[in-house]
């Protein structure tokens, strides 16, 4: 958006440009001689330089159509690029209020995998101990397990998050700012 900003304000400055005569300069520099024999002899250097200034005196409005357009475009380019700036500021905004709620996610999930973790260890001690059945301990096992695949699943999000939040802010696929 910011380059196409830069080449309408270009575009405005050429037509601005058509408003004014163009000069151009010719210039030639040779040998002259009324015989072949003596084209190359002492004497017989000849230039010639020829400057012209054009202007062309009706355009039926062109010039004025064509600069109107310009500052159109460049109205248009305008317009495109606040939007962008506010569509990224958007985005990041997300991307933000995103990794706090996945933030805080994790915290909970985490205080679920500690709790799920204890109990875990005390139906093994049950089971050890003959109080609690093989049934209660695979129960207790299933249930950590999937408490710690959860956790895992939030950090995944919350590391995708940051990556976007990175690259959107205008780093790179590639580890660089861009």
Request: aromatic fraction near 6%; charge should be positive; charged fraction near 20%.
């Amino acid at each position: 958006a910011e380059h196409q900003l830069r080449a309408a304000n270009a575009n405005i400055g050429a037509a601005r440009a058509a408003f004014l005569p163009r000069i151009t300069l010719t210039g030639a520099f040779g040998s002259a001689s009324s015989s072949l024999s003596g084209l190359f002899k002492g004497g017989t250097e000849a230039w010639s330089f020829q400057p012209a200034l054009r202007q062309r005196l009706f355009d039926a409005g062109s010039n004025a159509a064509n600069l109107d357009l310009a500052e159109a475009r460049r109205v248009i380019a305008v317009a495109q690029y606040a939007q962008t700036i506010q569509q990224a500021f958007r985005e990041v905004a997300d991307l933000l209020a995103a990794r706090d709620t996945l933030l805080e996610q994790l915290r909970a999930q985490d205080a679920v995998n500690a709790r799920q973790s204890e109990r875990l260890r005390l139906t093994e001690a049950r089971y050890k101990g003959g109080i609690a059945s093989h049934l209660e301990l695979l129960d207790a096992q299933r249930e950590s397990f999937a408490a710690e695949q959860n956790a895992v699943q939030v950090r995944r999000q919350l590391l995708s998050t940051a990556a976007r939040i990175y690259k959107a802010l205008g780093g790179d696929e590639a580890g660089r700012p861009g």
